[in-house]
């Protein structure tokens, strides 16, 4: 065995590594939407829907900041970093977890045009970059924040597209594998609305490369062509596009030369309208084995663990920890490709080791175990993830050989994990 980088190793583990095992999904792929009602009694929060299980109904996630009247404001993007949702009403932004509801970060939108409202969000750098949509009638403007502080403080970024016949663009989406921006930008008809999307360069966010004309989706409803909110799946190339009620799935053939193809519609079988959009990505995780220390050493029961978001393309800030360790021992991380194995024992270890040796796995540490004695110290490998759609389904298995202070030969075992990956 010997060392690699991360990035290098799972390159070759995209080449070695055989079929994924299956495993229960921590969060399988889904809709993320800030929805509000309609009518005297106004209510806002954000659902869930899981759409490519036979169109289930969106679900009530986390109840959240006040509406505003205007039918284009609102937007909606994922943080993997910290399983959150960025929505907006419009006027503010609010980071919601998505698990306790708790708000991380809140604060008013910078709009360029006094006038505007927020239409769109989309999180760029693998979170790091907000990506802000503002719109009213006849234009659209793109700016960014730093995300990476609460407040986000706005960058010198800004652009803006003048449109006509009144047109509004409320829909934002992005695609980190091409870099791509997806602008939804609706035309009122003398019958309904038209909506083109236009994609372009994050670099160059307000010059289409080119732009598509969306099909209708769902029956006709008031406003049933304008679009309120995009969200991409980048490991699935698709592209979802809702006008509040219904949303659409469209497989990314070639954005950048615009072919795309409508291959789902369903209605969101809600009392609440979306009015933005994104994707929760899809991933799991599997204890495997139990923890084993040797007699020479404290008999903690250390764990494994996943920490930094989700385990998906594109997460800068993913990492796997040791924990209920030995206080100033020191540990090993082994990470391999593929389904954790039926274990191997060693002479040397006190139980057997679940990452297969066979290609070479990577190999990281010795890494400090610090913390109070006996058995709350803990260690920590960061493994930021390559944006890299090959990735996508990639399995793994990690494991951490810890080295207890004071013994000779004295090596413990953490339990492994199984891991796949999403997107």
């Given at each position: ?124 750098d693998g979170g790091r970059r907000l990506l802000q ?243 709350g110290a803990s260690a920590v490998h960061p493994l ?19 080295a207890c202070p004071g013994g000779v030969n004295a ?13």
């Amino acid at each position: 065995m010997h060392p690699l980088t991360f990035t290098s190793f799972l390159t070759a583990a995209i080449l070695f590594a055989g079929p994924a095992a299956p495993a229960q999904l921590v969060a399988k792929p889904q809709l993320v939407a800030w929805s509000e009602t309609t009518g005297p009694a106004l209510f806002q929060g954000v659902q869930l829907q899981d759409m490519e299980a036979n169109c289930q109904p969106a679900r009530i996630a986390c109840r959240s900041l006040l509406g505003n009247p205007l039918w284009y404001a609102g937007g909606t993007a994922y943080d993997l970093r910290h399983q959150s949702a960025w929505v907006s009403s419009g006027t503010a932004i609010h980071e919601i977890e998505l698990g306790p509801c708790t708000v991380r970060c809140q604060f008013t939108a910078q709009l360029m045009n006094s006038g505007a409202v927020v239409s769109g969000l989309a999180m760029l750098d693998g979170g790091r970059r907000l990506l802000q949509l503002e719109t009213m009638p006849g234009y659209f403007g793109l700016r960014s924040y730093d995300a990476t502080q609460c407040p986000p403080v706005p960058l010198r970024d800004g652009c803006a597209v003048q449109l006509g016949g009144g047109a509004v663009a409320a829909g934002l989406a992005y695609d980190p594998v091409l870099d791509l921006v997806f602008v939804a930008v609706s035309t009122p008809t003398p019958i309904d609305w038209a909506t083109d999307v236009l994609v372009a360069r994050s670099t160059d966010k307000c010059n289409a490369l080119c732009k598509f004309t969306l099909a209708r989706c769902g029956p006709f409803y008031p406003r049933s062509g304008a679009v309120t909110g995009l969200g991409l799946d980048p490991c699935r190339r698709l592209l979802y596009a809702t006008n509040g009620q219904h949303t659409q799935s469209l497989d990314l053939v070639d954005p950048l030369r615009c072919a795309v193809r409508q291959v789902g519609c369903c209605p969101t079988n809600s009392a609440w309208d979306f009015k933005g959009l994104d994707v929760v990505p899809g991933w799991s995780q599997q204890p495997v084995g139990t923890s084993c220390v040797p007699w020479q050493c404290q008999p903690c029961t250390m764990k494994a663990t996943l920490a930094g978001g989700d385990a998906v393309l594109g997460n800068p800030d993913f990492e796997v920890r040791l924990e209920q360790a030995h206080a100033g021992g020191r540990a090993v991380l082994v990470l391999a490709g593929g389904s954790c194995g039926s274990g191997q024992t060693f002479p040397f270890l006190c139980g057997p080791l679940y990452p297969t040796l066979a290609p070479a796995p990577y190999v990281s540490g010795p890494i400090p175990v610090q913390g109070p004695s006996p058995c709350g110290a803990s260690a920590v490998h960061p493994l930021p993830i390559p944006v890299d759609r090959s990735l996508c389904g990639l399995a793994l298995c990690m494991q951490w050989v810890v080295a207890c202070p004071g013994g000779v030969n004295a090596l413990g075992l953490s339990p492994a994990v199984h891991v796949t990956l999403g997107g």
